[in-house]
């Protein structure tokens, strides 16, 4: 799997967004360490505090189909359907991330035009952890 095909999946989420009190749709692909690729796009609701960010839907959903192991996730957002940002997950994205991915966990953010890549713990230096016992 290469960067273009994560983002193309990522891309072809964005266009499910449902996103009509912000007018942002963003979509999102992760990388399985397997090879499998979940998508997901933001999902909005009426009572704000409820939408559902397109990188936990597409964790989520992989992780509710039994994978554990993650090795990256491509993430494009924009207005009007079109891809006008680099779209950095949101600190409950990044936290949900933390719970299942290491510190090198590849994040590809895409603006349209570049790539930026970046990893979980350089967005996420210090994040929460319970300690086992």
Same mark, same amino acid.
């Given at each position: ?8 999946? *990522?891309? *072809? &989420? ?7 009190? !912000? ?5 999102? *692909? ?31 959903? &992989?992780? !509710? ?26 600190? *409950? ?41």
């Amino acid at each position: 799997m290469n960067e273009k095909e994560l983002i193309d999946s *990522a891309v *072809a &989420a964005m266009k499910s967004s449902y996103s009509p009190y !912000s007018g942002f749709s963003v979509g999102a *692909a992760l990388l399985t360490c397997s090879g499998r690729i979940y998508t997901g796009c933001n999902i909005e609701n009426s009572s704000y505090s409820i939408t559902m960010c397109a990188e936990r839907t597409a964790l989520f959903k &992989a992780l !509710s189909e039994g994978e554990r192991d993650f090795e990256a996730i491509a993430i494009v957002g924009g207005r009007d359907g079109r891809i006008t940002d680099g779209c950095p997950p949101c600190g *409950a994205c990044l936290q949900a991330m933390s719970e299942f991915c290491g510190g090198d966990f590849t994040i590809l953010l895409f603006d349209g035009d570049n790539v930026n890549k970046h990893t979980l713990g350089s967005l996420l230096p210090e994040s929460f952890k319970i300690k086992k016992q």
